[in-house]
């Protein structure tokens, strides 16, 4: 028994099993970044009119304090752990409320990928009983005003605002906006995008 104690407590074997979790941690973390880094170098696009835009390089989300999501649960990282499909939006109007019943036929169509998605409406609209009624499993960010605002830029592509856009975001489970589609991009196109994604991804 002795024995067997003092190969648990070897110095050298605490440092293997040191290494392993290291890069256990180190192939999570860093896989994400190399696909989306691949998607571009291979110039990876699915095929039609319409496809995602690459945001390169991928940019990582400011962390904002104090953001609350429709419950008032504070949400300063809303990514962790999930692909997201996010849109922002100002007030969530007609415009939006069609997005958001597009997102939800996007994550359906993930089957058995669903739990490694979630969707993501970021407004400054207040009153959501309605939406969350209609789309109970939407995470919904929507408090303090200042943040919000602060949070909705750091999705503005260049010489475009997000709140106007009526894009729908791709953002991996580390943060980092990686995607962004046109509002005419078709729903067929996205859903391709997010299978190949999905398929090629070790993380979440």
């Known amino acids: ?12 074997n605490l440092q293997r099993k040191g290494r392993i979790i290291f ?13 989306v880094v691949m998607m571009y170098k291979l110039n990876w696009k699915p095929t039609g009119q319409s496809y995602g835009e690459l945001v390169m390089p991928p940019r990582l989300i400011e962390r904002v304090e104090t953001l609350k999501d429709s419950d008032g649960k ?11 499909m996010v849109y922002v939006a100002d007030t969530c109007e ?14 359906v169509s993930l ?11 970021i407004t400054n609209t207040q009153d959501v009983s309605k939406i969350k009624a ?16 602060k949070l909705g830029q750091q999705f503005d592509l260049e010489g475009e605002t997000a709140t106007q856009s009526n894009r729908l975001y791709l953002v991996d489970p580390l943060g980092h906006i ?6 005419t991009a078709p729903a ?10 999905l398929k090629y991804s070790w993380a979440a």
Not at 1 to 12: A, F, H, V, W, Y
Not at 178 to 183: H, K, N, T, V
Not at 188 to 193: F, G, H, P, V
């Open 1 to 12: 028994m002795q024995t067997e104690l003092s190969n648990q407590i070897n110095p050298d």
């Open 111 to 121: 089957y058995k990928d669903m739990p490694r998605a979630q969707r993501v409406l």
């Open 74 to 84: 504070e949400v300063s990282k809303f990514w962790v752990d999930k692909w997201n």
């Open 178 to 183: 990686m995607m962004s589609y046109l509002a």
């Open 188 to 197: 067929a196109e996205i859903r391709k995008d997010l299978i190949r994604l």
């Open 23 to 35: 890069v256990l941690m180190a192939i999570f973390f860093v896989v994400p970044i190399v696909v």
């Open 134 to 149: 209609d789309y109970p499993d939407l995470v919904i960010i929507n408090q303090p005003a200042d943040n919000i605002t």
């Open 94 to 107: 007609q415009a939006c409320r069609e997005k958001l019943h597009i997102m939800r036929q996007l994550h």
